[in-house]
């Protein structure tokens, strides 16, 4: 595993996301962080977003696969 995010749908209807990564070099999570307005370090970042969770996901996860492709 290099990377493990966990999604949390919060009561005002933003979802609270936490990246860690083991391998800065292929996954810097802290860079994924920034991009949704979040932050963090490299190999633990969070974020709050907005909803819904479906379009979090999404998004998140397609973030996650370009940065893997591109290292």
Known sequence: VLVAVFFEELED???????????AAHADVCKIAQSFGGGGHTLAA???MTGPLSAAK???????DEQLAAN
């Open 46 to 48: 969070g974020i709050r």
């Open 13 to 23: 209807g933003r979802v609270r996301v936490s990246l860690r990564s083991k391998d």
């Open 58 to 64: 999404q998004k998140i996860l397609t973030a996650i």
